[in-house]
């Protein structure tokens, strides 16, 4: 139990920091409001409606989705680049089918004009 007294001292103060912050806050902090404080910040420009029926374009989804396939490639080929000689032919093996099957989703993107920028 030693060996975790410091982080819970420390997550205490942390928790402690947070609260007392936040109270003495609303307590002493000027309280002017006005109609355009209450209203929803939106970057200084007038809200636009929702597209007809709420939807928003599929090329965000596809955008979206592309970032995350390539982040997560990233991920993985990089812990497998600083330790490739530790991991032999199974490694090897291993991430080659992986790169493999990332470059099959990205032949597929590519293939589906998912790449394009219009």
Same mark, same amino acid.
């Not at 965000?60 to 600083?82: H, N």
């Not at 470059?103 to 998912?114: C, D, K, L, Q, S």
């Given at each position: 139990?030693?060996?975790? #007294?410091? $982080? ?9 920091? /947070?609260?007392?912050?936040? @109270? #003495? /806050? ?41 970032? *995350? $396939?390539?982040?997560?490639? *990233? ?18 093996? #291993?991430?080659?089918?992986? @790169?493999?099957?990332? /470059?099959?989703?990205? #032949?597929?993107?590519? %293939? %589906? ?6």
């Amino acid at each position: 139990m030693n060996l975790y #007294a410091p $982080i819970l001292v420390l997550g205490t103060l942390a928790a402690l920091f /947070a609260v007392i912050s936040v @109270v #003495a /806050a609303s307590a002493i902090g000027p309280r002017r409001y006005n109609r355009a404080k209450l209203e929803a910040y939106e970057c200084g420009i007038e809200p636009a409606p929702h597209p007809p029926g709420g939807r928003f374009p599929v090329k965000y989804y596809l955008t979206a989705m592309l970032f *995350i $396939i390539f982040d997560i490639e *990233i991920v993985f080929l990089y812990p497998w680049a600083v330790h490739f000689d530790a991991l032999g032919v199974f490694g090897l093996v #291993a991430m080659a089918l992986f @790169v493999f099957n990332v /470059a099959v989703a990205y #032949a597929y993107e590519w %293939r %589906r004009g998912g790449l394009s920028w219009e």
